[in-house]
């Protein structure tokens, strides 16, 4: 399949979109919708590019899978400022927009970490979690005007900031993962594996400092945010919700890996453990919890 | 084409050194002298001393090698009796073609897949280059040679596992740490064997080193080789905190990196991560330190093991190197045959071009033309000669580079009357 022809299957599987919104008339949506497919598109070959480079050994694929996440991100953001300057700006505090911007986010994070550290063969397992979120984002068009509640500055910077941080957070999990399976491969002397080399525990371990850091940053600022949204809205910042309740906790325990991490300076392998623990947690709290419930 | 040499597996290092040579250069120049050499090519080495010649006379050449290998290249006299068959190999035509491929893709390396071998032949074409004895036949061989080892470096991995241990122990460090040659490596002990690793380290770009030995003169000494600082045994706590990287190879019936001391140091550098090459026989690491997380401890059993498994790895990719040299000879040996065709060729296109310019003679000598017009006759017909030997004279080619394709060749002189010309050439 050629690389014009990914948009179409993207486009196949996401058509009753487009019908929808033309149905509405809302011209701006449908232009971000095909940005999204594009958008989308242009990851899937990243992923494939990248799998085919790490299959082969070929740096020249490897640099190109590199190159086709920049466009992908590139595009991704399009689609968010197409939004932005659309008539009616919809939310984006719907999941699905949401895991769309997690996964701008983590690629565009991604990207600058990747010109101060070797970590070029990540593009394989980024690349695909990057479609993932743009896809679903293109499966339904933004719904047009946002609820009364969710109106104002607030909601947005609740939802953007919260996502970034979760994002983030989930990029420090993702390293900290790396850094187990590196860690015990090393520990039990096992060769090392050249099918596909992971990046080195200092690069990883450096990966997951950062975006702790500023996932956290992001994180706190969203809960914050959250809360004067609330207090906006309700005249009380807290409701007591399940997801309020847990996100604090997640939060606390995130304040918990940040004293222990940048305060009493424990270990890369404890640091790694931790933010993999920290994510799985705060993935519960943000997003499985909405399941269950 | 002949080659005659000698090399690692072929000769003892006493004899090859007594062969290896520094300049080529005026030896060269004595063997393209010769009446049945043409071009030729030296290659000497540490582990192989070679000479690839282009002959039209294979016997010849291979007298005139053996009493330059026995007179000229040995620069000790040999033996009356010494028998040079024992010692040397000798190839020729397609095999002397494979076995250059195989040299410059480091298949005939004492470490195959080794990395140096590719310059080294670099530098012996380009001597023989310098000094006239390359001509374009072996300087065409040397070109493909250079290819071929590149088309090996790229389609396979047989350069990219090491088989020694220092090297082994490099490969592992550098996945332990992002920015290696901005680490501090601290090696106990002033053995040989220690001074292999640091050596293969610092080629790897570690600049900072410190040496620590029980007696502190043997340290100062090999520190001044590496620019290292020289400590005693009594700072080791110390310097374990300060170091990344820790190389034991010091004498002893008990280890002198314990668990205690690890973990003392462990936390003096807030568990940073440490990477323990332990290749003391007894082990000077306590094994028992593989419990203190963010420390990587591997004696020699596990880069041995770890070289060892990257050997036989090497050797998979070896026969998947070994195919591509063999294509890529049979394509120079399909070039090389393809020289066959070029004097029938030449006389070929010398005949008609001969005909045509006769005939032309004789048609402007009756018409009466202008220049401008006997241009336009002379560019047509030359055109018409050309178009009509353009497929025959391509198919001779590609024939030409099949052995059974000589007999195009030689119907092409038959039906052409080549052979008179040739036989005046």
């Excluded at chain 2, 120049?29 to 043409?38: H, N």
Aim: glycine share 8%.
């Amino acid at each position: 399949m050629g690389v014009r022809g990914l948009p179409v299957c993207v486009t196949a599987l996401t058509s009753h979109v487009d019908r929808a919104s033309a149905q509405r008339g809302q011209r701006g949506f449908r232009v971000t919708v095909q940005v999204l497919q594009w958008t989308a598109a242009v990851y899937l070959v990243a992923g494939l590019t990248a799998g085919l480079g790490l299959a082969l050994e070929t740096r020249r694929l490897e640099r190109a899978s590199v190159a086709l996440l920049a466009l992908g991100a590139l595009l991704h953001g399009a689609s968010f400022a197409l939004l932005h300057f659309a008539d009616n700006p919809p939310p984006l505090t719907d999941l699905r927009s949401a895991c769309s911007f997690m996964a701008w986010i983590g690629t565009v994070f991604y990207l600058i970490l990747l010109k101060r550290s070797r970590l070029q063969r990540l593009v394989v397992l980024v690349a695909p979690a990057a479609f993932l979120g743009s896809f679903l984002a293109a499966l339904r068009a933004p719904q047009g005007a946002a609820p009364e509640a969710a109106t104002g500055s607030w909601p947005h910077a609740h939802v953007l900031l919260a996502s970034a941080g979760l994002s983030l957070l989930g990029l420090a999990g993702l390293a900290g993962s790396i850094f187990l399976i590196e860690h015990a491969r090393l520990k039990s002397k096992a060769p090392l594996d050249r099918a596909f080399p992971l990046p080195s525990l200092e690069a990883l371990d450096r990966v997951n400092a950062v975006t702790l850091a500023v996932g956290f940053l992001l994180l706190t600022m969203g809960v914050i945010t959250g809360m004067i949204w609330l207090q906006t809205a309700t005249g009380r910042p807290w409701s007591g919700s399940a997801h309020e309740s847990w996100t604090l906790v997640a939060w606390v325990i995130y304040v918990a890996l940040v004293i222990a991490r940048f305060g009493v300076k424990q270990g890369s392998r404890q640091a790694a453990a931790s933010a993999v623990a920290g994510f799985a947690f705060l993935l519960f709290a943000v997003v499985g919890l909405e399941y269950i419930t | 084409m002949m080659l005659l040499g000698m090399n690692h597996q072929s000769a003892p290092i006493h004899l090859r050194e007594r062969m290896a040579v520094d300049d080529p250069g005026p030896l060269l120049q004595k063997l393209v002298d010769s009446d049945d050499i043409e071009e030729a090519v030296l290659f000497s080495t540490c582990n192989r001393v070679e000479v690839l010649v282009l002959t039209h006379s294979l016997e010849g050449a291979r007298q005139r090698l053996r009493a330059f290998f026995r007179l000229e290249l040995a620069r000790v006299e040999l033996p009356g009796d010494f028998d040079l068959d024992e010692v040397t190999y000798e190839y020729r035509d397609s095999d002397a073609v494979s076995h250059v491929l195989r040299v410059a893709s480091a298949l005939d390396s004492m470490v195959v897949g080794e990395p140096q071998i590719l310059g080294q032949t670099k530098d012996a074409y380009r001597a023989a280059v310098e000094c006239g004895a390359c001509g374009p036949i072996l300087g065409r061989l040397f070109q493909h040679a250079f290819s071929t080892a590149k088309r090996v470096k790229t389609e396979t991995r047989i350069g990219e596992r090491p088989v020694s241990v220092a090297r082994v122990a490099v490969d592992l460090a550098k996945q332990i740490f992002e920015r290696f040659a901005e680490k501090r490596a601290l090696l106990i002990g002033a053995g040989e064997m220690g001074e292999v690793v640091l050596r293969t380290l610092r080629k790897s770009g570690l600049e900072s080193i410190c040496i620590a030995n029980r007696t502190p003169e043997r340290a100062a000494a090999l520190a001044a080789q590496f620019g290292a600082t020289a400590h005693g045994l009594d700072e080791l706590e110390t310097l374990i905190g300060d170091v990344d990287v820790v190389i034991t190879s010091i004498g002893g019936d008990r280890p002198i990196l314990t668990l205690d001391l690890a973990s003392r140091a462990l936390r003096k550098r807030r568990h940073r991560p440490l990477f323990v090459i332990d290749i003391g026989v007894p082990r000077n690491a306590d094994p028992a330190i593989d419990a203190i997380d963010n420390l990587y401890r591997y004696d020699l059993d596990d880069l041995g093991s770890v070289a060892n498994r990257n050997a036989d790895q090497r050797a998979r990719e070896a026969e998947r190197a070994a195919a591509i040299v063999i294509e890529e000879q049979q394509r120079f040996d399909g070039w090389f045959a393809a020289l066959r065709a070029v004097p029938t060729i030449r006389h070929l296109r010398d005949r008609a071009e001969g005909i045509r310019s006769r005939e032309l003679e004789k048609a402007f000598a009756r018409l009466e033309l202008g220049d401008s017009e006997q241009a336009a006759v002379d560019a047509l017909t030359r055109s018409i000669v050309n178009k009509i030997l353009h497929a025959p004279v391509s198919r001779l080619k590609q024939e030409a580079e099949r052995e059974e394709g000589m007999a195009y060749l030689e119907i092409a002189r038959v039906l052409f009357e080549l052979d008179d010309e040739l036989d005046r050439e």
